[in-house]
């Protein structure tokens, strides 16, 4: 399985070493190795329906537990597997875990749950794309309107009419599209016209000091309007506060994520929080 990974998927030898430096190497020898000694793990972060303070689904967000260095954040790596095509074998196996993972909860009786999964420009380049989610969504018995797929806006541009294509043959499974960190890439608000998507989130950054920040304020109001009238979902990452909930509220905003709610967690702990009190308990 290393071998076939290697002649596919690690090009480094072959790119210029002399303008890399060392660190970034070690990165990658280690993080070639992480899939296969198992240090990836996802953790999952609640999203929540805030008009009934009810758990709807959970975004899967990557991470690395080091055996040296300990946790190593999506930010520090994801960077790397793309730059590298690791971000293919990685992003499969998210993918498949994250099914898995909402598998288990919709079978033991959550079965309105969603689940949201990142993916990158970089996967939509891969020609198989839509056939690995298809093949992933009948694997799982995943109800494909349950699958989330959240991409950025600076992804989304990166190869448009590919990536079109491709967003439309998911939405033909059923998939849902949410544009990810809106509002902080580089594209122009006409796109939104061409590409097939359900969502937009609202990026934290906006929704970070809402209360007494008016830019973000009106910056966040615009984002909600824009959706309701594109008939879009809207939904707010990076909640921390019960003043920014009630904004949000009274912006007719409900779906929330952020660490007033829960930080990303363990699936056995959102299964202790939010899914054991029911009658159809986990185990
Ligand atoms: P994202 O998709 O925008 O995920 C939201 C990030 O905001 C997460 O960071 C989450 O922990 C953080 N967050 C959520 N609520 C709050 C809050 O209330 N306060 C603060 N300060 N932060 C909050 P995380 O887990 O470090 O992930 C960072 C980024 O890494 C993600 O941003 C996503 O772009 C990327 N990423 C994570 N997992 C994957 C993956 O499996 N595949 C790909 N391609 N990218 C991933
Ligand atoms: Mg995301
Ligand atoms: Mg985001
Ligand atoms: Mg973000």
Redesign the pocket.
């Known amino acids: 399985r290393s071998k076939e990974r290697s002649g596919t998927y690690y090009h480094f030898f072959e790119s210029d070493m002399s303008n890399r430096n060392l660190e970034s190497i070690k990165l990658e020898n280690a993080l070639y190795k992480a899939l296969d000694n198992d240090e990836l793990v996802?953790?999952y972060?609640p999203q929540i329906d805030s008009k009934t303070n009810q758990l709807i689904g959970a975004?899967?967000?990557?991470?690395w537990m080091h055996p040296t260095e300990g946790m190593i954040?999506?930010?520090d790596f994801?960077p790397v597997a793309?730059e590298t095509g690791l971000?293919i074998p990685?992003?499969k196996w998210?993918l498949k875990n994250a099914c898995r993972q909402l598998k288990e909860w919709h079978a033991a009786g959550h079965t309105s749950l969603s689940i949201s999964?990142?993916?990158?420009g970089r996967?939509f380049e891969e020609d198989n794309l839509v056939s690995m989610v298809r093949d992933i969504i009948k694997e799982y018995e995943i109800t494909p309107e349950n699958l989330h797929i959240?991409l950025?806006e600076n992804q989304l541009i990166r190869n448009t009419e590919v990536t079109i294509k491709k967003m439309k043959q998911l939405k033909k499974l059923g998939v849902k599209i949410a544009i990810?960190?809106f509002g902080t890439g580089y594209s122009s608000l006409g796109y939104l016209k061409n590409f097939p998507i359900d969502a937009l989130?609202i990026?934290?950054s906006f929704v970070q000091d809402i209360e007494h920040d008016s830019d973000n304020a009106a910056i966040t109001d615009t984002i909600i309007t824009l959706a309701q009238n594109l008939k879009l979902n809207v939904i707010a990452?990076?909640?921390?506060t019960q003043e920014q909930l009630d904004f949000l509220m009274s912006k007719d905003c409900y779906i929330m994520?952020?660490?007033?709610f829960s930080?990303?967690i363990e699936a056995k702990d959102l299964a202790n929080k939010y899914l054991y009190s029911n009658s159809n308990t986990l185990h």
Request: charged share 30%.
């Open positions: 996802i953790y972060q975004e899967a967000l990557l991470r954040s999506p930010v994801i793309e971000i990685i992003g998210v999964v990142n993916l990158s996967q959240e950025t990810d960190d989130k990026d934290r990452e990076g909640v921390e994520q952020g660490f007033f930080r990303p």
